[in-house]
């Protein structure tokens, strides 16, 4: 296959960006996006430029590290998979492959491809956990029974890999579906009843902290999200957040 | 034991970790506020570390390569976690999950270390549970088990397939907990490319953070070295890109002895390599043993003809088919421990019976699962008399529920539905039973460095039973290293804060800035990657899932001659004060190169084969692996001390008290 890449090339966070355009041949369909880049980086090397940097690690979509919005889609064109899962059987030859980082104020870009998600990370540090002390004087976790349709709806909503496809796929740039994901699961746990209402509260007043947009409904969100995380979550979340603030 | 004191407790095997901990000194808490400890590294043993460190009182520091902790690799595992909860009554106990241990790891790994990790197996599920952890469950509402390779019992817990995830998310977010409390300073996108030592202690690291390119000083009382396995030494292997040896090679070359560098696990079960292009290796959970059957074709000329596309392997019947592991050993059948499965795979396709374009390829076949499950199902749901199209439909719905995030992620990669026609595997690097030795304290041999989960030696010996990676990670982290290193932190409660501005860290931070300039100075014609895949070949062909004298000691000086050739030939474009990973790739490649040396040199002296270390010379008349109890039962531990190839080997004699020295069998 031969493809014209158009990338966004940024040396880093301050600096202004723009696309450049690589054409590239030799690419196969068994390889992996991914892998179709390291071949591009491997010529810009040898040509003495620098690299393009992307974000990945895994490499089999569970991480979350990985962040590429690929033809105006994040993680591309097919679904329910992270871009370093997304193969090249997907494009055809002579495609015109438009690469960008994800997009969000709250994402900063640090170099080329690579975003700056921290604020994911402060949003589960303001409430994404259960306080119980990890020193294993804990009950015997049999003594909890917990329904299995529960247990298997606790268990989707944490499968989220806080990966941002959500927020970059929104018009408005915002975190709900990855943060009612969090929200979801410790309320659908008698566990992670207690602190219910301290919750919600505390994540969700740090999302609108950090600058994320508000939610219109629209779904995009649940259509790009690799992980196949339900709106449900959200309507959940409203739910608890409702019920919080009369309490609170 | 010469130099190597293991500091195993006295008493009676089942009494020695309580005894233990009833008599090691404590710090308390208001002498906690004062002490600063380092833990690098936040997969399941940092990251469980660092929040019960945080949470005993003391200033803890995190740091990861990711750009979260919630990324480390950790995070990719899929099958399970063992723990002795004997919730099945089929018999388990902390004493059959240590004897199994022991036995699976060939009699290669510390009685007294295992027994702790079964006995503290127990208390993970409840910590976990009590976490949010979102195990999979019965309908009754208690959790579910599976059984995985190697026992006969069934003891290992899951969250679908991708329990690591959730035990990691649950680690994470006790972590997050302590960063709200103030109480974990997490640095994230950091590397640590240095240890310090203050009069021979461990006193803080050097560490680069990889958005601006500053290099840093940061002291502690304590370093904790969480930084998982070395796999990627062979390039390709099912870690994540970023996975590494450099935390523990740079604290091996400062004095930390590397235990058992060659005793490598070889998964049988992952996506075979599909071309030049390929840059990792994918597993396909040893969960899919349980009800997938291997086989091969028993003609050659039918392997072959699959080979050349004019043969399907679903049209191939039953009596054509060699179910080769089931045939070799009735006992475990497919169930059989890894190396076992991964070397009659190999034998079977190096003697020409592989099913992919490569011939390294053999069919994992869910068919006759599919069948019993339809039919059980049809049964269960009242069915009369259902046509087989039903019970087919039936049958693939219980193993989508069971795998399907397996499956799917088999069909992106493989573009072929495994439903409908057998999956192909080949074995692949996947853990690392090696690593910085440790002694019962998990203390390294350089006193205040500490090191835990896959980056220590401690448990598996020769080979690493499926879902113990997990429960070591979470044991060593949450019960295991906050209490014991209180011991050691109980003498510094009135050393004060650790200055960085000191000669040691002067000289420190001097060098790493110099390795960078060194790399980046070559200026050559030929990438990290290059040099890595060539390292990788080595390895591969040489130190992989069979070796012999002679291999051996090619790979010693074909990877001297690399590395030569590596510091003056590898071209990294960019500089030192900005983010660069091409730079990050060759800090890190620049270790390997050090540490694949080490390995041959274990692997040539090792005369013995055991576990996943098989030496063609020495096994027994139907190719099984032949161990030398007499010449090699010891950890081999390799002092450093300049070139790899100078390294000194350090004996510590495993003690085997409570279990009879075996051969393995799985017949
Ligand atoms: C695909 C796959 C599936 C698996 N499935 C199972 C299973 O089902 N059951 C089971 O028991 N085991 C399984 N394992 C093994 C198990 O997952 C690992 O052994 C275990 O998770 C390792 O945990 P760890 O905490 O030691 O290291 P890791 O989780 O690898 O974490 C290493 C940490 O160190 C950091 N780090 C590394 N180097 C540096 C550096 N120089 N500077 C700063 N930070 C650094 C990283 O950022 C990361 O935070 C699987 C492994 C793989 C690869
Ligand atoms: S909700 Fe989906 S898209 Fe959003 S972070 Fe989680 S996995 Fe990614
Ligand atoms: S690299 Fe891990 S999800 Fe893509």
């Known amino acids: 296959m031969k493809l014209l890449l158009k990338i966004w090339r940024q040396q880093n966070a301050s600096s202004k960006g723009k696309f450049v355009d690589y054409p590239i041949s030799g690419i196969e369909g068994d390889m992996s996006f991914l892998e179709m880049l390291d071949v591009l980086n491997q010529q810009l090397i040898d040509k003495g430029e620098e690299p393009v940097v992307f974000d990945h690690d895994c490499r089999e979509g569970i991480c979350g590290t990985c962040s590429l919005q690929i033809n105006g889609e994040p993680h591309g064109p097919d679904r329910l998979i992270t871009t370093c899962q997304l193969h090249m059987r997907m494009f055809k030859d002579g495609d015109t492959i438009v690469i960008e980082p994800f997009r969000a104020k709250a994402f900063p870009v640090i170099k080329d491809l690579m975003v700056d998600r921290s604020a994911f990370d402060r949003i589960q540090q303001a409430g994404g956990y259960i306080s119980v002390n990890t020193s294993g004087n804990t009950v015997d976790a049999n003594t909890i029974p917990i329904e299995k349709t529960k247990a298997d709806d606790a268990f989707n909503a944490a499968a989220c890999i806080g990966c941002g496809a959500c927020v970059a796929a929104c018009k408005n740039a915002s975190a709900m579906l990855f943060t009612s994901a969090k929200v979801s699961q410790f309320a659908l746990l008698p566990q992670g009843r207690v602190e219910a209402t301290q919750r919600v509260l505390s994540m969700v007043r740090q999302m609108d902290l950090e600058g994320f947009g508000n939610c219109t409904n629209t779904g995009a969100c649940e259509v790009e999200c690799p992980k196949g995380i339900s709106l449900e979550n959200i309507a959940r979340m409203n739910r608890e957040y409702l019920m919080a603030s009369v309490k609170g | 034991m010469g130099i190597l004191d293991s500091k195993v407790p006295s008493g009676p095997l089942a009494d020695k970790w309580t005894k233990h901990k009833n008599e090691i000194n404590l710090v308390n808490p208001a002498?906690?506020?004062?002490?600063?400890?380092?833990?690098?590294?936040?997969?399941?043993?940092?990251?469980?570390?660092?929040?019960?460190?945080?949470?005993?009182?003391?200033?803890?520091?995190?740091?990861?390569?990711?750009?979260?902790?919630?990324?480390?690799?950790?995070?990719?595992?899929q099958g399970g976690i063992n723990a002795a909860k004997n919730y099945q009554g089929d018999g388990d106990s902390p004493y059959r999950l240590f004897y199994d241990t022991v036995k699976g790891g060939d009699y290669r790994s510390r009685e007294a270390n295992v027994y702790r990790l079964a006995e503290e197996s127990v208390n993970i599920i409840d910590q976990c549970v009590a976490q949010g952890v979102p195990f999979a469950r019965e309908y009754g509402g208690m959790l579910d088990n599976r059984s995985f390779g190697g026992v006969l019992v069934s003891r290992t817990f899951y969250a679908k397939g991708q329990t690591g995830q959730q035990l990691l998310l649950g680690a994470y977010s006790a972590m997050n907990r302590q960063i709200n409390r103030g109480k974990i300073q997490a640095f994230n996108r950091h590397e640590m490319l240095d240890i310090v030592l203050v009069d021979g202690k461990a006193r803080g690291i050097i560490a680069r953070d990889m958005v601006t390119g500053e290099i840093e000083r940061h002291g502690a009382h304590a370093v904790v070295l969480a930084t998982g396995g070395y796999g990627n030494v062979f390039y390709l292997s099912t870690n994540a890109m970023g996975s590494n040896v450099t935390a523990?090679?740079?604290?091996?070359?400062?004095?930390?002895?590397?235990?058992?560098?060659?005793?490598?696990?070889?998964?049988?079960?992952?996506?075979?390599?599909?071309?030049?292009?390929?840059?990792?290796?994918?597993?396909?959970?040893?969960?899919?043993?349980?009800?997938?059957?291997?086989?091969?074709?028993?003609?050659?000329?039918?392997?072959?003809?699959?080979?050349?596309?004019?043969?399907?392997?679903?049209?191939?019947?039953?009596?054509?088919?060699?179910?080769?592991?089931?045939?070799?050993?009735?006992?475990?059948?497919?169930?059989?421990?890894?190396?076992?499965?991964?070397?009659?795979?190999?034998?079977?396709?190096?003697?020409?019976?592989?099913?992919?374009?490569?011939?390294?390829?053999v069919y994992l076949d869910f068919s006759a699962a599919i069948q019993r499950y339809g039919k059980e199902k049809a049964l269960t749901s009242g069915l009369k008399d259902p046509d087989g199209e039903t019970i087919t439909r039936l049958g693939e719905e219980v193993v989508e529920?069971?795998?399907?995030?397996?499956?799917?992620?088999?069909?992106?990669?493989?573009?072929?539905?495994?439903?409908?026609?057998?999956?192909?595997?080949?074995?692949?690097?996947?853990?690392?039973?090696?690593?910085?030795?440790?002694?019962?304290?998990?203390?390294?041999?350089i006193p205040g460095c500490y090191c835990a989960g896959e980056a220590n030696f401690s448990d598996h010996g020769a080979n690493r039973l499926g879902a113990s990676a997990l429960m070591q990670g979470l044991a060593d982290g949450y019960f295991v290293l906050p209490y014991t290193i209180g011991d050691y932190l109980s003498k510094d409660i009135r050393t004060g804060k650790i200055a960085t501005d000191t000669e040691a860290f002067d000289k420190a931070e001097a060098d790493v800035r110099g390795r960078l300039q060194q790399l980046l100075n070559a200026r050559g014609d030929k990438s990290v990657d290059y040099f890595h895949k060539k390292l990788g070949k080595i390895m591969w062909d040489k130190c992989g899932m069979s070796r012999n004298a002679e291999g051996l000691k090619e790979a010693i000086e074909?990877?001297?001659?690399?590395?030569?050739?590596?510091?003056?030939?590898?071209?990294?474009?960019?500089?030192?004060?900005?983010?660069?990973?091409?730079?990050?790739?060759?800090?890190?490649?620049?270790?390997?190169?050090?540490?694949?040396?080490?390995?041959?040199?274990?692997?040539?002296?090792?005369?013995?084969?055991?576990?996943?270390?098989?030496?063609?010379?020495?096994?027994?008349?139907?190719?099984?692996?032949?161990?030398?109890?007499?010449?090699?039962?010891?950890?081999?531990?390799?002092?450093?001390?300049?070139?790899?190839?100078?390294?000194?080997?350090?004996?510590?004699?495993?003690?085997?008290?409570?279990?009879?020295?075996?051969?393995?069998?799985?017949?």
Not at chain 2, 46 to 57: V, Y
Not at chain 2, 61 to 72: G, V
Request: aromatic share 10%; proline share 4%.
């Open chain 2, 248 to 361: 523990a090679w740079r604290a091996h070359r400062r004095g930390a002895f590397f235990a058992n560098p060659c005793f490598t696990q070889i998964h049988p079960t992952c996506i075979p390599v599909s071309g030049d292009h390929q840059s990792k290796l994918t597993l396909m959970s040893e969960s899919l043993r349980n009800d997938g059957r291997i086989w091969v074709p028993r003609r050659l000329e039918d392997a072959k003809a699959i080979r050349e596309g004019k043969l399907k392997p679903t049209q191939l019947k039953e009596e054509d088919r060699d179910y080769y592991l089931e045939r070799r050993y009735p006992a475990f059948g497919n169930l059989v421990p890894r190396d076992v499965a991964s070397r009659a795979a190999k034998e079977r396709c190096d003697a020409g019976f592989g099913v992919n374009k490569t011939g390294e390829a």
């Open chain 2, 401 to 445: 529920a069971k795998y399907g995030n397996l499956f799917q992620m088999y069909e992106k990669i493989v573009d072929e539905n495994p439903y409908k026609t057998p999956m192909m595997i080949y074995p692949a690097v996947h853990y690392t039973m090696g690593g910085l030795w440790v002694d019962y304290n998990l203390q390294t041999t």
């Open chain 2, 558 to 667: 074909e990877i001297a001659a690399l590395r030569k050739e590596f510091y003056a030939n590898v071209r990294i474009p960019g500089g030192m004060d900005e983010m660069n990973t091409e730079l990050e790739k060759a800090f890190r490649v620049a270790d390997f190169l050090e540490l694949g040396e080490l390995f041959a040199k274990d692997g040539l002296h090792r005369k013995e084969s055991c576990g996943g270390h098989f030496r063609e010379e020495y096994q027994t008349e139907d190719g099984e692996a032949l161990r030398d109890d007499k010449n090699f039962k010891y950890v081999a531990s390799w002092e450093y001390k300049g070139e790899p190839k100078d390294a000194v080997l350090h004996k510590e004699d495993l003690v085997f008290e409570n279990i009879e020295l075996k051969t393995r069998s799985y017949k």
């Open chain 2, 31 to 77: 002498n906690k506020r004062n002490i600063d400890i380092i833990v690098v590294g936040t997969g399941l043993a940092g990251g469980a570390a660092a929040a019960t460190l945080a949470e005993l009182g003391y200033n803890v520091k995190t740091f990861c390569y990711q750009d979260s902790p919630r990324r480390a690799h950790s995070i990719a595992a």
